[in-house]
């Protein structure tokens, strides 16, 4: 069995897969807007500071458990520390299923804005459109969504189907190179922009009074998602390392690139929307719509060099999406391989599948179908995406993140968390007595205080 599981070709391949696990839309579509929304400076700056004191901690545990056992969650967990917490693993991969189900349809949206702004590029821009009505017109209808799901859904499948090295690994090579050169481009051209000072001020200069107590919780929510922690994921990415790759250092790469990504993304879209007369107060109308309402017709109007950028932009959204979706199904895939005992190639077409059925829910519950649009299990998020969205965000990554802190805190022995972590190869930032206290005491604070906001005051982190 052992022999079979593939292993990463090199902590670079391995730090650019996990790197393009975390950096997602949760880097381009997600951090932009809630930063706006909890206006700027002082989140950003708790953010930091939840990513530094919660975030790159638990990484390290994740990938710790994983890199320990070998297995992907459910066994991981097992191996590492005890028989119970297989259910943890559970925990995880169904998280990952639902995740993946919604992710998939957002992903998709991507696709639609790459054809349009090509269409554009190539054709000229119609001043006559209003992008409003094009993002509802093409989220309502039900073939659309589903058609360019199911492309996305293919080609996740079509990548993971083919293994960790040969798969995973070569895609994240290939991918990573391109995402970073794209966004350095914009950043070039957001920084001819006259928006682009006040733009760095937003983001960088904190005003306290202007943040809310619930976006400290946002910011915690936040942390969790962007760097795929809570879930296993981590987990399963650490099971294809060898021992002698470190695991600490990587952990630091990985959260650095991320952080660093949604910082830039975010410079590169306010630096944009500052620069337009008025576009601040069309934002704050539909901030969600940020990336796909707002954006998409100033390439053609504000943007150096926009009418090549502006397509540029939706591929660079769509291949840092597919980098993270290929290692949502990794997580339900890789459960299946490990634990049943089923092919490689039967497990990701079949989880593919099974997974895509409920991606059709979540595709067509944009006003395309009335029943799965309109219903509200949770108050405010009507329909089957803002569910499951809500779902997961609020309710799944902290329960499953801070079961993490206690297995890798309070579970597992000192001897054998530190036998991973504290290895020769560590570098000199690193010390394991630091780690140990914050797995141990600061992050499951955290994360208590997260699942206990949502618990009693209704905060909403989706
Ligand atoms: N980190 C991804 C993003 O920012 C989203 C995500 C959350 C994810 N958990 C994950 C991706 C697990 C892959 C695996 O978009």
Redesign the pocket.
């Known amino acids: 069995m052992e022999d079979q599981r593939g292993h990463w070709s090199s902590s670079f391949g391995f730090v650019l897969a996990a790197t393009g696990?975390?950096?997602?839309?949760?880097?381009l579509w997600k951090f932009p807007f809630v930063t706006w929304e909890n206006s700027g400076g002082a989140f950003v700056l708790i953010y930091l500071v939840c990513i530094a004191a919660v975030g790159l901690p638990i990484m390290m545990a994740e990938l710790l458990i994983g890199r320990k056992a070998q297995k992907s969650p459910v066994g991981a967990l097992k191996a590492a520390v005890g028989p119970a917490w297989g259910i943890v693993g559970g925990w995880g991969v169904l998280c990952?299923f639902i995740?993946l189900s919604y992710y998939t349809v957002i992903a998709g949206w991507s696709l639609f804005y790459f054809s349009k702004t090509l269409g554009w590029t190539a054709g000229g821009f119609p001043t006559d459109l209003q992008m409003g009505d094009l993002f509802g017109e093409q989220v309502s209808n039900g073939g659309l969504q589903v058609g360019l799901s199911l492309l996305f859904s293919i080609a996740t499948v079509s990548i993971v189907y083919f293994g960790v090295q040969k798969g995973i690994e070569r895609i994240a090579k290939i991918f990573l190179p391109i995402l970073f050169s794209i966004l350095l481009l914009m950043l070039i051209s957001a920084a001819r922009m006259e928006g682009f000072g006040e733009s760095l001020a937003f983001i960088f200069i904190p005003h306290f009074g202007e943040l809310e107590p619930a976006g400290i919780l946002e910011a915690l929510g936040h942390a969790f998602?962007?760097?795929?922690l809570g879930?296993g994921?981590m987990i399963t990415y650490g099971s294809y390392l060898e021992r002698r790759q470190s695991i600490v250092k990587s952990a630091g790469i990985i959260v650095l690139l991320d952080t660093i990504i949604g910082l830039v993304a975010a410079t590169i879209m306010f630096a944009v929307i500052f620069s337009v007369a008025g576009m601040e107060e069309q934002v704050s109308g539909s901030t969600v719509g940020m990336l796909f309402i707002s954006l998409p017709q100033l390439f053609y109007t504000e943007v150096p060099f926009g009418t090549i950028l502006g397509p540029l932009f939706y591929l660079l959204i769509a291949l840092a999406a597919l980098t993270?979706t290929i290692?949502?199904l990794e997580?339900v895939a890789s459960y299946v391989i490990d634990e049943h005992g089923v092919g490689r190639h039967k497990a990701t077409v079949l989880c593919g599948a099974t997974i895509f059925i409920f991606t059709i829910l979540s595709a067509l519950s944009f006003g395309a179908v009335d029943g799965l649009s309109t219903f509200e299990i949770f108050q405010g998020k009507p329909g089957w995406f803002s569910t499951a969205d809500h779902f997961v965000s609020n309710w799944m990554l902290p329960t499953g993140g801070f079961a993490i802190t206690m297995a890798a805190g309070w579970f597992m022995t000192r001897e054998s968390t530190m036998a991973e972590l504290a290895g020769e190869s560590e570098p000199a930032w690193f010390s394991y007595e630091v780690w140990r206290f914050f797995i141990r005491f600061v992050a499951p604070a955290a994360v208590a205080s997260i699942i206990i906001a949502v618990m009693f005051f209704g905060t909403d982190f989706s």
Do not use: E
């Not at 696990?21 to 880097?27: K, R, T």
């Not at 998602?225 to 795929?228: G, M, N, Q, R």
């Open positions: 696990s975390a950096v997602g839309l949760g880097n990952g995740l998602f962007t760097l795929s879930m994921a993270s290692s949502l997580v």
